[in-house]
């Protein structure tokens, strides 16, 4: 499987944008890119995925390099909700996810 | 709808006992799996389900066994407690189709073997 590198931790003031970035050197051109978020003591949620294009939904954008080695995670205004595990994962279809260690973000007030 | 749920939300064992943890779901999703998380660690796949009737191993399935027999539950279950499984577990489903499925988890049961 094809491993994405992120790391450890982030830290955010509240209100202002995050980039949390995932390097992703060896994603084969049918590799989804995927994002999930883990909330203390919850079970991980999705967040959004794309393949080639830039995303956008409700919770964030996903930025996709144009070589798709790299991709990042954009919450626009960060609130302390947002703490989490986020983890960035590639798959090809969505059904075998592959968890690394993940960003753990902090948000600050 | 309630999505996932499992049951127990925690549960403590002795080495050499057995249980079964719950999952269901009411979304009637085709895929479902098990996961285990270490502290600190990401999730880990153990089992997963492709329909009724169907399981596969996943990355860490030794000291676990599951059954699926209807749509909508899938159990876990482990014979011989060790304090190896110590861990949370997750279940999640998904639709099963392939070009962007997402997978909804549980909220999980913290699993504790002295």
């Known amino acids: 499987d094809a491993k994405t590198t992120q790391p450890n931790s982030m830290e955010s003031n509240e209100e202002e944008p995050v980039h949390l970035p995932c390097n992703h050197s060896?994603?084969?051109?049918?590799?989804?890119i995927h994002w999930y978020r883990q909330l203390p003591s919850q079970g991980p949620e999705y967040v959004i995925h794309?393949?080639?294009s830039n995303v956008n939904n409700r919770m964030a954008s996903l930025a996709i390099a144009e070589d798709r080695k790299s991709s990042t995670l954009i919450l626009h205004r960060a609130t302390l909700r947002d703490a989490a595990v986020y983890y960035c994962?590639?798959?090809?279809?969505?059904?075998?996810?592959?968890f690394g260690g993940g960003t753990r973000l902090m948000v600050k007030p | 709808n309630a999505g996932v749920t499992q049951t127990p939300k925690f549960r403590i064992l002795k080495i050499g006992q057995s249980m079964t943890l719950q999952c269901t779901q009411d979304?009637?999703?085709?895929?479902m799996y098990w996961y285990r998380q270490d502290p600190g660690m990401g999730l880990k796949l153990i089992y997963y389900?492709?329909?009724?009737?169907?399981?596969d191993k996943g990355e860490v399935p030794n000291g676990y066994n599951v059954s699926r027999s209807t749509t909508e539950d899938f159990p876990l279950r482990l014979e011989l407690a060790a304090p190896s499984q110590t861990s949370v577990y997750f279940c999640?489903?998904?639709?099963?189709?392939?070009?962007?499925?997402?997978?909804?988890f549980g909220p999980g049961t913290r699993l504790t073997v002295l």
């Open positions: 979304m009637n999703h085709n895929y």
């Open positions: 999640a489903s998904s639709s099963g189709d392939t070009s962007t499925d997402t997978q909804y």
């Open positions: 060896t994603i084969s051109g049918t590799d989804y």
């Open positions: 794309g393949l080639t």
């Open positions: 994962i590639l798959d090809n279809a969505g059904n075998m996810l592959t």
């Open positions: 389900s492709v329909g009724a009737g169907i399981t």
